[in-house]
């Protein structure tokens, strides 16, 4: 099973996150802006310390995996990926950055250059260019990155259960990669689960 994401936060679990920290000497905590008493941003900081050394922003995904961590956001087409090094994160030299336009692939699997480490990567964005017959119809796609390939996979649901355009969206998910199943957490939805099958790498 792939590890749990966290989009900031919606679906985010403080604990959950900061036990994957402690062993790398570090904590998290949300930064709360004065005027709406929302949390803004989530900052990284040094065990007993509130010094911080990585700024997370609103509306951001992140998930620990091993030693490293990864957090992205995704806007119509294009996931922007960093991945920071926990053991080194107080340094910007640990921090690697990679923008993908997935205008650039077709729908199933692709060969992607990649300098990240991502292995069984997955999150939901919009396709503006799939084709259907309707044009409200959402145009969700899963993308999963294994490696050196990119695999898109139309994701449907919202056109089958009616979705509500900017108000209802996929958050979260994680992998089992044996069964090729998918669990994922929306906006304002139910949690759902999808078998993948043959769209697995």
Not at 46 to 61: C, E, R
Not at 127 to 154: A, G, S
Request: net charge neutral.
């Amino acid at each position: 099973m792939t590890p749990t994401q966290h989009y900031f936060p919606y679906f985010f679990h403080a604990d959950k996150l900061n036990k994957d920290l402690k062993s790398f000497g570090l904590s998290s905590f949300s930064a709360i802006n004065s005027n709406t008493q929302m949390a803004e941003s989530l900052s990284l900081t040094k065990l007993n310390s509130k010094d911080t050394i990585l700024t997370i922003p609103f509306g951001t995904t992140l998930m620990v995996e091993g030693e490293k961590l990864l957090y992205w956001t995704t806007d119509y087409d294009t996931l922007d990926i960093t991945q920071a090094q926990l053991k080194n994160l107080e340094y910007s030299s640990g921090l690697l950055n990679q923008k993908i336009d997935i205008r650039k692939f077709s729908i199933g699997l692709n060969n992607l250059k990649v300098n990240l480490d991502l292995n069984n990567f997955v999150t939901y964005l919009r396709k503006e260019d799939l084709k259907y017959e309707q044009e409200y119809y959402e145009r969700f796609v899963i993308v999963i990155i294994k490696n050196q390939h990119l695999n898109i996979i139309p994701f449907d649901r919202f056109n089958k259960s009616g979705g509500d355009y900017g108000y209802v969206w996929p958050a979260t998910a994680r992998l089992d990669t044996t069964n090729c199943i998918l669990y994922g957490q929306g906006m304002r939805m139910s949690d759902f689960t999808i078998d993948l099958n043959q769209a697995c790498l």
